[in-house]
């Protein structure tokens, strides 16, 4: 009998502040991580506004190591932390290169994260933002196709 392959994937989330925050920036982002990000086998969403990135990366451990190491050497943003590291048996966003978000009303004020909300954050609440903001897509794709 063949054995099944269990191919291990890690996610990773962090946040960041913005150096510069305009419309151009965002789309040269995305494009570019939506591109290396279907190369190398990477999905995750991307949260931001003018104050904060927040970004869930998820897909082969190597794969996310490696993205992160570039992520952190690019000057549009600083005060990057880490937050979470964590092997995973599921991805959240499957079916993302790299999905966009603006801040939700749920989350966090722009008060809030001056004050450094993000900072103290802990992991499980970290990934707890991304699982719930997961969810809320498929419902979308759910209430479009019905
Ligand atoms: C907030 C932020 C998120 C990013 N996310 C990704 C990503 O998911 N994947 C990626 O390849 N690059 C991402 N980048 C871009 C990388 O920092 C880097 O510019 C890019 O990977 C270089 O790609 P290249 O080696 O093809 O030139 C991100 C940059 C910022 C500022």
């Known amino acids: ?5 269990i191919i291990k994937l890690k996610h990773l989330i962090y946040c960041s502040k913005p150096t510069c925050f305009d419309f151009e920036t965002i789309k040269s982002i995305l494009t570019t ?3 290396n990000n279907s190369r190398t086998g990477l999905t995750g969403s991307l949260i931001y506004r003018s104050d904060l990135y927040f970004q869930f990366l998820e897909g082969p451990p190597g794969a996310v190591t490696d993205t992160y190491e570039k992520i ?3 000057t549009r943003h600083s005060e990057i932390q880490k937050i979470r590291e964590e092997i995973t048996d599921r991805r959240l966003f499957a079916s993302w290169a790299m999905r966009e ?3 939700s009303t749920w989350m966090w004020t722009r008060e809030e994260v001056k004050s450094g909300i993000l900072k ?10 991304f699982e719930r903001l997961s969810r809320g897509a498929d419902q979308f ?3 479009g196709e019905s």
Not at 1 to 5: A, G, L, P, Q
Request: a positive charge.
């Open 1 to 5: 009998m063949r054995s099944k392959k």
């Open 33 to 35: 991580s939506r591109e």
């Open 72 to 74: 952190k050497l690019d």
């Open 101 to 103: 978000d603006s801040v």
């Open 120 to 129: 103290r954050i802990k992991p499980h609440q970290a990934l707890a933002t």
């Open 141 to 143: 794709i759910h209430t």
